[in-house]
């Protein structure tokens, strides 16, 4: 089946360092979502990447899809402590006979000092 | 207010009691999901529907059911709960197009302790 591999699994930085996530996929996705969770809240969208080569921003986040549609990362840039939480990629894949499913990474936590 | 409502939020059982988690949106979305997150497992699809009466079984459907009767609920059901079910369980919502999913709306959750 499907796996979506994310790294790392915790990140640990100062206010103002930037930090990045990464996801990989074994097979080709259609599109890959990223997720925001906050702690004690719910995954909350973020933005969805569906082009090869795409690259998406946000403020002070950017989101990049690779050219083969595998892997992606988010990065963001000067980190606040509002940025706290655990971050999830979503892989869609287009399923035989039409469907759609999405697979989440394991989700990278983040934690901000000051 | 677009939204998708989870109940309860709260719940403790003990094994082999059977009970319903009920999932509800009111954006008309034709896909519904549930999900279970566990501590570095991330979030893993228990079971999904991509319209009334369609449901088909995710990564880990194995000890639980869901119905899907009316485009707005979808509840998830536990016939005989094990310890192992302890999780904290998420549904979500989508549109369904024809390239994929748009954006998922998650509820709440419902965290769920079997004893």
């Known amino acids: 089946g499907q796996q979506v591999m994310q790294i790392p699994q915790y990140q640990h930085v100062q206010e103002g360092e930037d930090f990045t996530t990464y996801c990989n996929s074994s097979?080709?996705?259609?599109?890959i979502q990223w997720y925001k969770q906050r702690p004690g809240g719910h995954p909350v969208f973020l933005i969805q990447?569906?082009?090869?080569?795409e690259v998406k921003k946000q403020k002070r986040l950017t989101f990049q899809f690779g050219e083969a549609k595998k892997n992606s990362s988010l990065h963001i840039t000067a980190t606040q402590t509002t940025d706290v939480g655990t971050y999830f990629c979503?892989?869609?894949?287009?399923?035989?006979?039409?469907?759609?499913?999405?697979?989440f990474g394991t989700g990278t936590q983040l934690k901000v000092e000051l | 207010e677009a939204q998708v409502t989870q109940n309860p939020r709260y719940l403790i059982t003990v094994t082999g009691k059977k009970l319903t988690v009920t999932c509800s949106q009111n954006?008309?979305?034709?896909?519904m999901s549930w999900y279970r997150q566990d501590p570095g497992l991330g979030l893993r699809q228990i079971y999904y529907?991509?319209?009334?009466?369609?449901?088909d079984k995710g990564d880990v459907p194995e000890g639980y059911k869901v119905s899907r009767k009316e485009k707005r609920n979808f509840p998830l059901i536990l016939e005989s709960p094990s310890p192992n079910q302890t999780s904290l369980y998420f549904c979500?919502?989508?549109?369904?197009?024809?390239?994929?999913?748009?954006?998922?709306?998650f509820g709440p959750g419902t965290r769920l302790l079997v004893l």
């Open positions: 097979t080709t996705l259609s599109n």
């Open positions: 954006m008309n979305h034709e896909y």
């Open positions: 979500a919502s989508s549109l369904f197009l024809a390239g994929g999913l748009e954006t998922q709306y």
């Open positions: 990447l569906v082009k090869s080569g």
């Open positions: 979503a892989g869609g894949y287009i399923l035989t006979g039409g469907g759609n499913k999405l697979t």
């Open positions: 529907s991509m319209n009334v009466e369609v449901t």
